[in-house]
């Protein structure tokens, strides 16, 4: 009789569905289940439904200043690395014009030549400051107390300002466990609500119309969206979108999680991205062209969680 397929993909596709979306499907579907509340018989449902609501939204709301500051804090870390790399590019000749290229001091700094430097991520970043100030401190009566303090500076400044993004990290990341499961229970409770009113109207497929918009929480087809986000379980791909990109587009790739994660053009749902793929580490971004995904002719945008234990969060926008 009545369709259920669309709010069964309610909570069975969560992930394809935007909490913008969620907000505006659910908020709607109250306001429609209060205009039809003749004599009072949705009255708890309403309330139960309402009562979700809030608890969820109100989290996303303390979810995304928590966000907000670590984004902020992330900008700090991300400086911080931009000047440690230019210092050490701009101090490098000082280095080469006391030990020349080659000795076994200059091999001490740049055991794999300055281009070590210029690719380091956030993984390694950290191992090279300690090295610099290290041997800064070790050749502070050849290259000056300068050199030293510049690199000591970095060294000491980016551990306090790794330690305070990673504490941040971890909140946002126990407030969107947290926030995680509040959605589920808007999502049962609209279940809930789909499953009831079907029984009531069994017959009257018109009915859905009454209650339920289901224009909200359909997928894109006209290919005018520019943004998508959502999150991706461990170990798992998920299909941001399905559409044809012109040859050209820039792609910004955020990773809004820890985790790491893998981006790519696929042929079909569910095929996942690998390390030869657009990989964007935890807390970071890269703009690329969509050619550099995979196959232009390809048009499911896939994202791999490489994290075995950990949730990933992603944006995906055209700019």
């Given at each position: 009789?009545i369709?259920?397929?669309?709010?069964?993909?309610?909570?069975l596709?969560?992930?394809?569905?935007?909490?913008?979306?969620?907000?505006?499907f659910?908020?709607?579907?109250?306001?429609r289940l209060?205009?039809?509340?003749?004599?009072?018989?949705?009255?708890?449902r309403?309330?139960?439904?309402?009562?979700?609501?809030n608890?969820?939204?109100?989290?996303?709301?303390?979810?995304?200043?928590?966000?907000?500051?670590?984004?902020?804090?992330?900008?700090?870390?991300d400086?911080?690395?931009?000047?440690?790399?230019?210092?050490v590019r701009?101090?490098?000749?000082?280095?080469?014009?006391?030990?020349?290229?080659?000795?076994?001091?200059?091999?001490?700094?740049?055991?794999?030549?300055?281009?070590?430097?210029?690719?380091?991520?956030?993984?390694?970043?950290k191992?090279?400051?300690?090295?610099?100030?290290?041997?800064?401190?070790?050749?502070?009566?050849?290259?000056?107390?300068?050199?030293?303090q510049?690199?000591?500076?970095?060294?000491n400044?980016?551990?306090?300002?790794?330690?305070?993004?990673?504490?941040a990290?971890?909140?946002?990341?126990?407030?969107?466990?947290?926030?995680?499961?509040?959605r589920d229970?808007?999502?049962?409770?609209?279940?809930?609500?789909?499953?009831?009113?079907?029984?009531?109207?069994?017959?009257?497929?018109?009915?859905?119309?009454?209650?339920?918009?289901?224009?909200?929480?359909q997928?894109?087809?006209?290919?005018?969206?520019?943004?998508?986000?959502?999150?991706?379980?461990?170990?798992?791909t998920?299909?941001?979108?399905?559409?044809?990109?012109?040859t050209?587009?820039?792609?910004l790739l955020?990773?809004?999680?820890?985790?790491?994660?893998?981006?790519?053009?696929?042929?079909?749902?569910?095929?996942?991205?690998?390390?030869?793929?657009?990989?964007?580490?935890?807390?970071?971004?890269?703009?690329?062209?969509?050619?550099?995904?995979g196959?232009?002719?390809?048009?499911?945008l896939?994202?791999?969680?490489m994290d075995?234990?950990?949730?990933?969060?992603?944006?995906?926008?055209?700019?």
């Amino acid at each position: 009789m009545i369709n259920l397929k669309t709010f069964f993909k309610i909570h069975l596709d969560a992930k394809n569905i935007s909490d913008d979306n969620m907000e505006k499907f659910t908020d709607d579907h109250i306001h429609r289940l209060t205009n039809n509340n003749t004599g009072g018989k949705y009255t708890a449902r309403i309330t139960a439904t309402q009562n979700a609501y809030n608890t969820y939204f109100g989290t996303i709301t303390k979810e995304d200043r928590e966000l907000s500051t670590q984004r902020a804090k992330t900008k700090t870390v991300d400086t911080l690395i931009a000047e440690f790399k230019d210092a050490v590019r701009t101090k490098e000749g000082t280095i080469r014009g006391v030990f020349h290229a080659g000795s076994p001091e200059y091999i001490k700094f740049f055991p794999h030549g300055i281009t070590e430097y210029d690719v380091a991520i956030k993984a390694n970043i950290k191992t090279l400051m300690d090295r610099m100030a290290h041997f800064a401190a070790e050749y502070e009566a050849q290259l000056g107390g300068e050199l030293l303090q510049i690199f000591e500076t970095l060294y000491n400044e980016y551990k306090a300002a790794r330690g305070v993004q990673l504490d941040a990290i971890d909140v946002v990341d126990a407030d969107r466990q947290a926030t995680s499961v509040k959605r589920d229970v808007v999502e049962i409770q609209v279940m809930r609500n789909v499953l009831a009113l079907a029984d009531e109207y069994l017959g009257e497929p018109e009915m859905v119309e009454v209650f339920f918009d289901q224009t909200i929480i359909q997928p894109d087809k006209s290919g005018t969206a520019t943004f998508w986000e959502g999150n991706v379980n461990a170990s798992a791909t998920v299909t941001i979108v399905e559409r044809s990109f012109a040859t050209g587009t820039q792609m910004l790739l955020r990773n809004t999680g820890s985790a790491q994660l893998s981006f790519c053009l696929a042929a079909a749902e569910g095929i996942a991205c690998g390390n030869n793929n657009i990989v964007v580490d935890g807390m970071s971004e890269k703009q690329i062209g969509i050619e550099d995904m995979g196959n232009i002719v390809n048009t499911f945008l896939n994202v791999t969680n490489m994290d075995a234990s950990n949730e990933g969060r992603w944006e995906v926008e055209i700019v």
